[in-house]
């Protein structure tokens, strides 16, 4: 277990979940997935937005798993693929130019915390900088928590597939998740669209099989215009 590791997991609450079939173990759920949730009390001064929950594996190296702080009953649920042992971490970042009372700072916390962005820096995270198409590709991979190793070709003639970014658009492509913009190029470096945006995490929500409650659709002045735009993501 490296240094790093055990500073990560000195005095956190470690859980070890097993279950057996007969005589037999299992640990693997083979493309399934279980809930679980065991109970957490804040220690003083936690932020709630950057609880996390780690694999330890064998080995004891720490891998992120889906996890959500629950502050109304003091839990954290955990969505796993399989019986290890879980950490319950905590990973708050600190930036310079994150104001703790900007509307979007806990939002900040909670993305940064569980590894679905990077800040631009050590220190700084530009939260007024505009968002790319490929770092949408980059976070949604992030957000999956997908394995890029085997994408090492690139379907776009404008994606460099040694990019920080080239195997997560590769990814992302073939899952149907985004596409390209015409003449085989991606256009990763665009700034998203609101359009976009909206359709590829649309296109994520498909991907992951979620079911959404309806609701009344929003009459927007420009739906008619934002129509148009969609088909190019």
Known sequence: ????????????????????????????????????????????????????VYDLDKNGNLKHAMGLYDAEAGTVKMRVNQFSRFVIGYNKVEFTDVLSRGWYADAVDFAVAHQFFNGVSDNKFEPNNEMTRAMVAKVIANMEGADLTSYN??????????????????????????????????????PVTREQLALMIHKFIEYKSTKLVGTNKPAFADAVSTALQVENC
């Not at 590791?5 to 057996?20: C, G, N, S």
């Not at 299992?26 to 009390?41: C, M």
């Not at 994606?159 to 990763?188: Q, R």
């Open 1 to 52: 277990m490296s240094g790093v590791t055990k500073e990560r997991i000195a005095d956190r609450p470690i859980f070890d979940f097993t279950v057996t079939s007969g005589d037999a173990e299992i640990r693997d759920f083979k493309g399934g997935l279980a809930s679980v949730t065991v109970p957490y009390t804040l220690r003083q001064g936690e932020n709630p937005n950057a609880i996390v």
């Open 153 to 190: 070709t690139s379907a776009f003639v404008d994606v460099d597939k040694d990019a920080w970014y080239g195997a997560a658009i590769a990814w992302a492509a073939d899952n149907k998740i985004v596409s390209g913009v015409g003449s085989g190029k991606f256009d990763p470096n665009a």
